[in-house]
Each structure stands twice: as structure tokens, then as C-alpha cells.
């Protein structure tokens, strides 16, 4: 069995809110805070640790701002009872305590948590490395996820916009003398011509259908020979025509 699209869940699935302590700080000394807070501000992937004052703080939003802190210090303890952190509210009566709201949404998550929530626990190594040619994620999935292909396809789209238009899984294995694949769309917002490409590589623009032509990145370093190769024999400024005799 395999499950579809229309198994993927809603997103308020991935919506969380949480409080963090906060310091309510003068504009002017941000910089200053920033600086001796370092080791006790907020360290949180893709999240800032300076927003404005809520409504309520009572603080003019032009003079003051809001500095996050993690919720916890390096030993565990409470971030409010840091030395520093204690020795500014004590010394500085234009810093006080408040706390930040902060939501979390599906657009935080990377896609191993997302997959991490979505997939079955017994599932121990989570789909997440793919191959980028153009516009398209191609991927190679193991056989146990594959019941969860159109789901995976699409948290892979999700998480790589706006460079990623496709997302395929190779079907099958290479045993022709091209060296293509057969491939399967797991997702995509094309319906014509997704699979013709434009790939970029040693200022050359290489234009092709990835479903008929043998395209691999790993492959760089030959490209790289090939093209200073050409550019050193070409000694005029006109463009040349390269022909590849075995194709």
C-alpha cells in the first residue's frame, strides 16, 4: 500500500507555542547587551533573539526592544538565576524582566523532524540526502519507505523552495547503455516538460531532458576538464559547437 498526497496531514500539526524568558532592553544599547549576553541569549536554529515590545510591556516600541534568552543555562539552571544575567537586572533599572511568545510552525521544521513525525518509528535512517539536477530532487529510496514516497516527495519540496520544482525516485536499476532511468514523480507543480532542465556548471548553461540524458553531479570534476579543455583550445572570442562522438 501506498499512501497518497491526500494522507499528508495538516500543517497546525506542526504548530507549537512556547514562552521564553526576556529581557526588556533600551534600543540605544542593544549592541552593549548583545554583546555581554552573548552566552545566555537565545540559540535556537533559524530564530532571532531581538524582537519589539509586545503592546502590554508598557515601553515606548521606538525606545525599547526585546531580547530572548534560552530558557535554561549551560548547567540547567534557571537563565534568570545567571550571574550576568542577575548582576543587570540588580544594576540596571532600565533592563527588566518579561517574557516572548514564540510560535513555531511547519516552515521551521527541517525535513528530517518533519519526517522524523510523520514516518513510523521503526523507520531508523529518515530519507533526506537527494541529488539536484536543475529544477529536480532526485531521489534514491529504500524499499522500507517507499509505502510514504508521495508524502517524503513532498516535505522534500516543501523544504526546498523556490529551486526545487520536482521531486523523482529512481525505479528500478541502470542496465542500458545511456546509462538513464526509468523515474517516478513523487511531486511537482510542472505538468509539461518538467523534466527538461537547465544545469549550471564552469560558467557553461547545459540544457537537457533529464529523463533521457545521463546527468550526474558527481561527475564535476570531469565536466570541469572537459570545459577548461575546450576553452583552451578555442582561441577565438566566436562560440563553438562541441560534439560528444560517444553519446
Avoid at 509586545?54 to 534568570?80: A, E, F, H, Q, W
Amino acid at each position: 500500500f501506498i499512501y497518497p498526497i491526500t494522507d499528508f496531514p495538516p500543517l497546525s500539526l506542526f504548530y507549537s507555542k512556547e514562552d521564553y524568558p526576556a529581557l526588556i532592553i533600551p534600543v540605544k544599547r542593544t549592541a552593549e547587551l548583545r554583546k555581554i549576553l552573548k552566552d545566555v541569549l537565545l540559540n535556537r536554529p533559524k530564530t532571532k533573539a531581538i524582537y519589539p515590545i509586545d503592546d502590554d510591556d508598557n515601553k515606548d516600541p521606538k525606545l525599547y526592544r526585546k531580547m530572548v534568552l534560552n530558557k535554561k543555562s549551560s548547567t540547567g539552571k534557571n537563565i534568570l538565576q545567571h550571574p550576568i544575567v542577575k548582576k543587570i537586572l540588580e544594576d540596571d533599572d532600565d533592563i527588566t524582566k518579561s517574557t516572548f511568545s514564540m510560535e513555531t510552525t511547519y516552515e521551521y521544521w527541517s525535513v528530517e523532524k518533519v519526517l522524523r513525525q510523520l514516518l513510523p518509528s521503526k523507520i531508523i535512517e529518515i530519507p533526506t540526502s537527494f541529488e539536484i539536477v536543475g529544477h529536480i530532487a532526485h531521489m534514491n529510496l529504500k524499499d522500507e519507505v517507499l509505502p510514504y514516497q508521495y508524502i517524503i516527495g513532498k516535505v522534500i519540496f516543501d523544504k526546498n523552495q523556490p529551486a526545487i520544482k520536482t521531486v523523482v525516485n529512481k525505479v528500478g536499476k541502470i542496465d542500458n547503455e545511456y546509462r538513464t532511468f526509468e523515474m517516478k514523480i513523487l511531486y511537482s507543480t510542472l505538468t509539461d516538460n518538467w523534466s527538461h532542465v537547465s544545469v549550471k556548471e564552469e560558467g557553461c548553461t547545459f540544457d537537457l531532458d533529464f529523463q533521457n540524458v545521463y546527468w550526474n553531479s558527481r561527475l564535476g570534476c570531469e565536466h570541469k576538464r572537459v570545459v577548461q579543455y575546450i576553452r583552451k583550445s578555442n582561441n577565438s572570442q566566436s562560440s563553438i559547437v562541441v560534439a560528444d562522438m560517444m553519446a
